[in-house]
């Protein structure tokens, strides 16, 4: 694996222990808090609203 | 309302005046033609009749009722309202009564997570806000009205009618004796949100309207915090909810909470909800001593405007034309300036200074400054009165960020709005080219220390004015026309106007009555000065769409 997928399954396992610890009531304000302090640290507004439309346009029922 | 066995205007500090209609040799000449007609004796009316006085213009205010409106209602002023009411020759009262202030903190669970500071130095001359209860705003707009000889005022009399005639419009009105007609030539309708002028005329506000309700009630009571604007998110009292408290004069505290979607209005202006409201709220702010609940009413938040402020010989001028919601502190402060901006417009025009084409700048101009207001205070409004899941949660997730990261904090700011810039409008020029600072054209001029120590707005004539750096352009430009119309201020190019103008000795800023720049060159000619000053008193051809 490279570095890059590393990072990518460490915060994934990560999230998924953070939002299985916050449990199902506090999960949406786990990930939006998580979200904006992700949004402040890079500092590209564009590129961070790209970011939301893309995981936003493969929400629909069917897809993944 | 207030407390149960207190009368109607039982104020505990403030003595409301009983005004009657027209009476005795008073009465005389009541169907006479006048030039302006004024429906609505209230802040606004008042300062559009003092602005037009300004010119030297007569007006007559006609409201229904015998005295000012009940209860402090707006009580944020803001900075250039203070300079409004400095030019309508009135502030000394408000700077006597009013207490001044810069700060606001926001509180969530109890904690602070913001403290802001608006914009404020030893170069300004007014504090960026001022809290003064609407019934001194009234008393204090009504003394310098009585003071003029250019402003009639008839109470009790109630505007019952108008009809368009030629040049003009024929107003019907019903006072405590009779019902009359008479004709004006311009009808202001400064006679507020629910404004009958603008049903007569058939018009509709339009806009949205916000869910988010709010009680607000004033106490009195010995509390000792400065003059600090305190907005409390989440609090123990009202849970999911937001208060906002704010010091007045007179020790009297105005206290803002939110309604809840399942409390019914009627419910909560109860006085024993309201009671009930108001000590929690004194709860959680560690309030223990006695206080005294004085006036209470309920504030909905809207965005609602007309499509045009004006409809032939009538303008709409403050809420008449655009409800606004509260948290912005909006609704007085642009009240004000329509007053201002369609006062010195009609007085020019009536007085032959400025082409008719002027009055067509008043509507872009101010329902731009609207518009303005809608985008800023939507904004303020939805993080205090989250509309939806979508809106809530963030709003949510901002505020429990907000405890321990001060970026999040700053989405809890209530975005305590600037004057509107007339960029674009007709009659502003496009800014000049080449400056690096200063304020734009559009903008309101802004304040400094002259060297002498005196403030820059000091030297402003009552006309427009040109801030100039050459002795050559400013003796020039003093040839054009007299200093009533349009008054030079020669200024050093190396002093302190020059510094925050980012002028040279060849710049000049050309500021209308309203104090919003109309024009500014960094090289300056005399020709510049006078297209300008053309353009922005009607004369050119700009006004043709």
């Known amino acids: 694996m490279t570095d890059d997928a590393t990072n990518t399954e460490a915060v994934y396992e990560a999230m998924a222990q953070a939002i299985d610890a916050a449990g199902p009531e506090r999960t949406e304000l786990l990930l939006a808090k998580f979200a904006l302090l992700l949004s402040e640290e890079t500092r590209d507004t564009g590129k961070v609203l790209a970011l939301l439309s893309q995981a936003a346009a493969t929400l629909s029922p069917g897809r993944l | 309302m207030r407390p149960d066995g207190k009368g109607e205007l039982e104020s505990l500090y403030f003595n409301y005046p009983r005004f009657s209609a027209p009476e005795g040799a008073a009465r005389d000449g009541l169907d006479r033609r006048k030039t302006v007609a004024i429906a609505g004796a209230g802040p606004v009316g008042m300062a559009a009749a003092l602005a037009l006085a300004r010119e030297g213009v007569a007006s007559v ?138 049903k007569m005329r058939g018009l509709r506000l339009k806009g949205e309207n916000y869910e988010g309700r709010y009680v607000i009630a004033d106490v009195q009571m010995d509390h000792d915090y400065p003059t600090i604007r305190r907005a409390l998110f989440d609090p123990d009292c009202r849970p999911g909810g937001t208060v906002l408290i704010h010091r007045q004069p007179d020790n009297i505290w105005r206290i803002d909470y939110q309604l809840h979607d399942q409390e019914s209005t009627e419910e909560a202006m109860r006085e024993d909800n309201i009671r009930a409201g108001v000590a929690g709220v004194l709860h959680d702010i560690g309030h223990t001593g006695p206080w005294e609940l004085e006036w209470w009413s309920v504030y909905t938040a809207n965005t609602l405007a007309l499509d045009d402020y004006r409809d032939g010989r009538v303008f709409f001028v403050g809420d008449s034309a655009h409800i606004v919601p509260i948290f912005g502190v909006r609704g007085l402060n642009n009240g004000f300036a329509d007053a201002v901006n369609i006062g010195w417009k009609l007085g020019w025009v009536l007085n032959g200074k400025a082409a008719p084409a002027l009055l067509d700048s008043y509507t872009p101009e101010r329902r731009g400054a609207t518009l303005d207001v809608f985008a800023n205070a939507s904004k303020s409004a939805r993080f205090m009165t989250p509309p939806s899941h979508g809106w809530q949660l963030m709003r949510d997730a901002a505020l429990s960020l907000a405890l321990d990261h001060p970026f999040a904090g700053q989405l809890a700011n209530p ?83 020059a510094q925050i103008c980012g002028a040279n000795a060849g710049s000049a800023y050309l500021v209308r009555p309203d104090r919003h720049i109309a024009a500014r060159w960094l090289q300056a000619s005399l020709q510049d000065v006078e297209t300008a000053y053309g353009s922005a008193t009607g004369g050119q051809g700009e006004y043709d769409d």
């Open chain 2, 415 to 497: 975005r305590q709005m600037r004057p509107y810039i007339y960029a674009g409008c007709p009659g502003v020029s496009p800014d000049g080219q080449g400056f690096t600072t200063g304020p734009e054209a559009g903008k309101v001029m802004c304040e400094t220390r002259l060297e002498d120590g005196g403030w820059l707005s000091d030297g402003f004539g009552p006309g427009f004015n040109l801030l100039c750096f050459d002795p050559a352009l400013a003796e020039a430009v003093r040839g054009l026309t007299s200093a009533e119309n349009l008054t030079v201020l020669l200024l050093a190019p190396e002093g302190n106007a």
């Open chain 2, 61 to 198: 205010l006609i409201d229904n009722k015998d005295t000012f409106n009940d209860g402090s209602r707006a009580i944020c002023v803001e900075r250039q309202s203070y300079y409004m009411l400095e030019s309508l020759g009135a502030v000394q009262p408000f700077l006597e009564k009013s207490l001044g202030w810069t700060k606001g903190r926001s509180f969530y669970r109890g904690k602070q997570i913001l403290e802001f500071d608006m914009p404020d130095s030893e170069d300004e001359k007014f504090r960026p806000m001022y809290n003064i209860q609407q019934q001194y705003i009234e008393a204090f707009l009504y003394e310098a009205a009585a003071a003029s000889p250019l402003i009639e005022i008839r109470w009790q009399s109630e505007v019952t009618g108008v009809r368009d005639i030629k040049n003009g419009v024929e107003v019907s009105v019903t006072d405590t004796l009779e019902s009359y007609t008479f004709e004006a030539d311009w009808l202001l309708a400064c006679d507020g949100g629910k404004s009958p002028v603008r």
